[in-house]
């Protein structure tokens, strides 16, 4: 059973307030929405915890763009589409390349610094590109530039109010049509947020997995209040592992960027010795999947929890000028990256799918919008290409945000707000004794044995036998909290993911099945996976 609402309310008994447009979530690509759509109109964003802990902020490598003379549109394309293994919407790719440098232009404008090298940006590499076109700051410190600047931005602007420390429940909506959320914080308890538009943007879903480079908000939140509200959501099945995140037991699993490998990084197992050569022509630079799977194998053969990242060769100023971040924590771990080998292996770290889009960012539910990693248009096909991931914030936020706005100025308000309230039958069910903390971390590992960098039927048909066995009595449950809803979200989309990876019966990008090991062009081309309440699934094409 799929409840249309996670908690019971009565809109009339519980506080309310109104705004034009309600976005949930402040990563690059909500604040992009927000900024965009204040141009129009009054913009509210939530967040459920503060303004600058989501992903963004932790994003290091870069943001691919063509901003270099030698660079052109269709090698970013054409690097982007391969990449994404056939499954691109060629369509969103086009916009991605074609509108990316004005964006970035923008943010640019709006006091952004990126790195250069004299007049010129400094370009990095890495993997899918077939040339240095990927801007970065502060040498590793790529998304909390872009974060700060964004932050900036909307502080600063009087159609823009925000409230942190705020989750969304659940979205109101009747009749597919949506009309805001039902919110809680701490001081307030459940309020209702009533808006003309709604813009999800609440990024991943690293935290389903044991081990993770995401930040702790990346529960999969939005994606599960959407499919409550009747949206379609598509290509659950492609999750990216990044093939190098930290592993030192006991510290946090934290994203050694790709740039190191691009840079000249050298992967090694146990025994010392360079092992990308034997898995792919690229190397190190061989597309994300490849590289996750070659260390796992690597890691199996030598039966030991990781492998090592090899930068010693480079030159100690470069090191420190260009990966101040990464070599700081490192440090602080008792590692020194311009003598020691980094200690890493793959975690889970960007969410393919997420809610269907067109590319204005609207939604099958009326006057829902999603973009950025919630959302899923396409663009990244069967694979994302490396940090196509900010400029897709940058791009799609602002499309998206323009179309709500405008669509507002234009006579677009909602003039009829229905009483909604959530009458479920909860039975007498109590926040108890539950232990949910223990349910998370039994889902996390699950997820990660189940669901991870390889899949196959027998395992999957396993994980949903557990995942509907802990559904049985987590989803019937009536809780109180934020920490429980977001457990019930978890499990939500974790059963979506199990569902699409196995029904693709084929290895495609990221999605790869040991019982069906091939890319299956005759039975899959061109194929998604689209789930919905009213619908279960169905196979489309774009
Ligand atoms: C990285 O710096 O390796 C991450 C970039 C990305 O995920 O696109």
Redesign the pocket.
């Known amino acids: 059973m799929t409840k249309f609402y996670l908690t019971s309310f009565n809109i009339k008994k519980i506080s309310s307030i109104q705004t034009d447009i309600l976005i949930v979530g402040s990563g690059v690509a909500g604040l992009c929405a927000a900024i965009e759509a204040a141009k129009y109109t009054k913009v509210l964003i939530i967040t459920k915890d503060k303004l600058q802990d989501g992903n963004t902020e932790q994003?290091?490598?870069?943001i691919?763009v063509v901003l270099s003379r030698e660079d052109s549109f269709k090698g970013h394309a054409e690097d982007t589409l391969r990449v994404g293994s056939g499954l691109c919407n060629e369509e969103a790719v086009r916009i991605l390349v074609d509108e990316g440098p004005s964006r970035v232009q923008e943010l640019i404008q709006w006091g952004a610094n990126f790195d250069k090298e004299g007049e010129n940006f400094s370009f990095t590499q890495?993997a899918g590109h077939n040339m240095r076109r990927i801007i970065h700051a502060k040498g590793?410190a790529t998304g909390a530039e872009v974060e700060r600047t964004l932050i900036l931005k909307v502080k600063g602007n009087k159609n823009i109010k925000i409230l942190e420390h705020t989750f969304a429940i659940d979205l109101l909506h009747k009749d597919r049509i949506c009309f805001g959320a039902v919110v809680y914080n701490e001081k307030e308890g459940k309020k209702a947020i009533y808006a003309q538009k709604t813009i999800l943007a609440t990024g991943g879903i690293g935290q389903i997995y044991r081990e993770t480079t995401n930040s702790i908000v990346a529960t999969g939140c939005g994606l599960a209040l959407a499919f409550r509200a009747g949206a379609k959501l598509m290509d659950m099945e492609f999750v990216?592992f990044?093939p190098?995140t930290l592993y030192i037991a006991g510290a946090a699993r934290i994203?050694?960027?790709?740039?190191i490998r691009g840079e000249g990084g050298m992967l090694k197992n146990k025994y010392g010795e360079r092992f990308m050569g034997k898995y792919h022509e690229d190397g190190e630079l061989a597309p994300r999947d490849v590289v996750s799977r070659a260390i796992l194998r690597e890691m199996k053969k030598s039966n030991d929890t990781h492998v090592y990242l090899d930068i010693t060769h480079l030159n100690s100023r470069f090191l420190e000028n260009r990966f101040p971040g990464i070599m700081e924590v490192c440090f602080s771990l008792g590692i020194d990256i311009k003598k020691d080998l980094i200690p890493v292996r793959p975690t889970a770290?960007?969410m393919i799918g997420g809610i269907k889009t067109a590319m204005n960012g609207g939604t099958n539910v009326e006057n829902l919008y999603a973009c950025g990693e919630t959302a899923c248009s396409g663009l990244h096909g069967a694979n994302?290409l490396?940090?196509?991931?900010?400029l897709e914030g940058l791009v799609f936020g602002f499309s998206t945000g323009f179309s709500a706005g405008k669509s507002i100025r234009s006579g677009g308000r909602i003039k009829n707000i229905p009483e909604i309230s959530s009458t479920m039958d909860y039975g007498n069910s109590k926040d108890l004794d539950l232990d949910k903390e223990d349910i998370k971390n039994s889902l996390k590992s699950l997820m990660s044995r189940y669901l991870g960098i390889e899949r196959d039927g027998k395992a999957l048909l396993e994980a949903q036998e557990k995942i509907d066995s802990w559904s049985s009595y987590v989803m019937k449950k009536e809780f109180f909290h934020p920490k429980a809803w977001e457990l019930q979200n978890m499990l939500q989309i974790a059963k979506l993911m199990q569902k699409a990876a196995l029904i693709r019966r084929e290895s495609r990008g990221v999605h790869y099945r040991k019982d069906f090991p091939k890319r299956n062009d005759s039975e899959w081309q061109e194929s998604h996976i689209e789930l919905s309440k009213d619908k279960d699934f169905e196979i489309i094409t774009i």
């Open positions: 994003a290091q490598g870069g691919a890495e590793d990216q990044h190098t994203l050694i960027s790709e740039t770290h960007y994302r490396a940090s196509n991931s900010l």
